[in-house]
């Protein structure tokens, strides 16, 4: 028997009209829409439909119009009988995962990205912090690359996608100097992301804890379905180790391609991602060339991704 995981991704996948075919085509998707409005207290719904981009791209709206489009697509594939054997979301896909588990009210879910989003935003002043994405950089060569890029600056790796794709983040200037060296060890490319704030890395610690009062607060039960965690790439089932992983992936580095082979590992065969997008389905085949999968964030992905085969 095949396993099924739904993979919900995290920032940089949003886009103005995120979602919308989904409403006009689902009343279980409207009915996430609206629960996130009201859980908000404005329409989230109206950003995510009609932007303006340079609004959708403010990390504290950011973060709560990527669940809500997240989870109204998985009310969708719910609404069809598809449901997940594991769950997993990249850094903020992780808040979508859990709803998606049954660990998370969704309201609570919107309320604490929102918050997540300027927290980390606030972290560190404009200009301080840079992130970088380091493409087929060779094996080997990360860790030396950084400690001779730090210079008593933090530079530290912040999400490990691929084989062939590490971001790092850190002080910009640490971060300059390792896209640089990196270019120098063989890298394919080496370049700078547009990004808000340095996230996952150290200097996000004052996010960290100013958000730890927030998880605190909201109630995690324990998970009907497994999730395979951001931190350690390991099998969650409890809900107070729910939320003390959301607490640890703030400061740290983003486990993705461990994340995806401890599922395989697990024998899933059947990644469907599941949201805005499809950065994650992308990144299957440079984890594991024997896996692949489809992506469910619009009305017209259904048809493309019932026909998607089981392996």
Known sequence: MFKTAFLFPGQGSQFPGMGKSLAHAYPEAVRVFQEADDALGFSISKLCFEGPEDQLKLTEFTQPALVTVSVAAFAVLSSKGLAPDYVAGHSLGEYSALVAAGSLNFADAVRLVNKRGRYMQEAVPSGVGAMAALLKLPAGRLDSILAE???????????????????????????????ELAKTAGARRAVLLPVSAPFHCPLMKPAQERLKAELDATEFRDLAVPLINNWQAREVRLGNDAREGLYQQVPN??????SVRALAAAGVTRFFEVGA????????KNIDSALSGAKFGEAADWEKLTSAPVQ
Do not use: C, K, Y
């Not at 912040?158 to 896209?179: C, E, K, M, Y």
């Not at 580095?253 to 461990?258: E, G, I, K, Q, R």
């Open 149 to 179: 890029a730090a210079q008593g600056e933090v530079v530290t790796p912040a999400n490990l996608n691929s084989p062939d794709q590490i971001v790092i983040a850190g002080h910009a200037g640490a971060v300059q100097r390792a896209a």
């Open 253 to 258: 580095p983003v486990l993705w391609s461990a």
């Open 277 to 284: 997008g499809a950065v994650l389905t992308g990144l299957l």
